[in-house]
């Protein structure tokens, strides 16, 4: 599971009508599943339940002209899930995205760097909190 980072960073999202076809924590869950060829173990290593992982890839492959994501169910031989062809060329894609977006306001952002908080004003005093 990735830890929060405070200061100002993007997070690039892909949006189809109200749902988020591919955001960073999805791209996160396509990788686990193309290195573990597991739903459940993906899911795991990004400390969210076998439910969670397959309401994330509901969302995807409904937002996709075919699915990104093919599973076989568990059993004597036992079950396994691959990135089907269009699956990995969306993530190849979407990292791409990623890495162009954050080449491209780099400047901007390390001028907004300057002028903000290195964390939001709540979280900081939650933090003193929960110090005490």
């Known amino acids: 599971m990735k830890s929060v980072s405070f200061g100002p960073t993007l ?5 189809l ?8 924590g999805k791209a996160d ?3 686990g599943i193309r ?6 173990a993906a899911g795991r290593r990004l400390g969210m339940s076998y439910k969670r992982a397959w309401m994330l890839l509901d969302t995807m492959n409904g937002c996709f002209s075919k699915p ?6 568990g059993g004597k031989s036992g079950g396994g899930a691959w990135l089907t ?7 190849f894609r979407y ?14 952002l390390s001028r907004l760097k300057r002028v ?11 933090n003193s909190v929960d110090k005490r």
Do not use: F, N
Request: proline residues 3%; positive net charge.
């Open 11 to 15: 997070r690039l999202r892909v949006l």
């Open 17 to 24: 009508g109200c749902e988020i076809a591919l955001g960073p």
């Open 29 to 31: 869950l396509l990788e």
């Open 35 to 40: 290195e573990t060829g597991s739903i459940a």
């Open 68 to 73: 990104l994501v093919e599973a076989v169910k």
């Open 85 to 91: 062809a269009l699956g990995e060329e969306v993530l």
């Open 95 to 108: 990292r791409h995205m990623e890495k162009e977006t954050e080449r491209v306001v780099a400047g901007d």
């Open 116 to 126: 903000m908080r290195k964390a939001p004003r709540d979280a900081r005093r939650r």
